[in-house]
């Protein structure tokens, strides 16, 4: 007997468990082995790095503010309910992970670790593999030429 087709897309975790899995290990490894750090003034990352944190958090306010306007889950465990394209969408198809990235990269500066970077790295390999190519995957089922025609209009990231 065939199981029933799940309505949403079979992503390996959810990212913001990704983010603090990666973000966690950056800082682990950072302090066990301290030597490993990018050179430069702390002047010159504070402020690069909050301006990082704030972008973020305004993507991730918009990109919510959208989801709740149009009445689909941002959970990626749930079903999708509709293709959203204004906003911070018609810029990048994942305004949440680019938020996810821009805080990360906001980490890295403000700790100025070459772990740090290693792990961005991680994290992002983690995010285009193990969840955004399923999310596709699941959105070109279920959407179809709507979900092509956007994709082939605004870039994955941006």
Partial sequence: MDKPKKDRADIIALPPMLFFICLSAGAVFSSLFPGSTIQGSWAYRIIPGFVLFGLAGLIAFLTFRLFKTHQTPFDPYKTT???????????????LYLALMLAFAGFVLLLA????????????????????????????EKFGEEYL?????VRRWL
């Fill in 81 to 95: 309910k509709s293709l959203i394209q204004a906003g911070p969408f018609r810029f990048t198809r994942n305004p």
């Fill in 113 to 140: 670790s070459l772990w740090m970077v290693l792990f961005i790295a991680v994290f992002f390999l983690l995010l285009v593999y193990g969840v955004i190519q399923p999310e596709e995957r699941y959105l070109e």
């Fill in 149 to 153: 025609t956007y994709k082939k209009s």
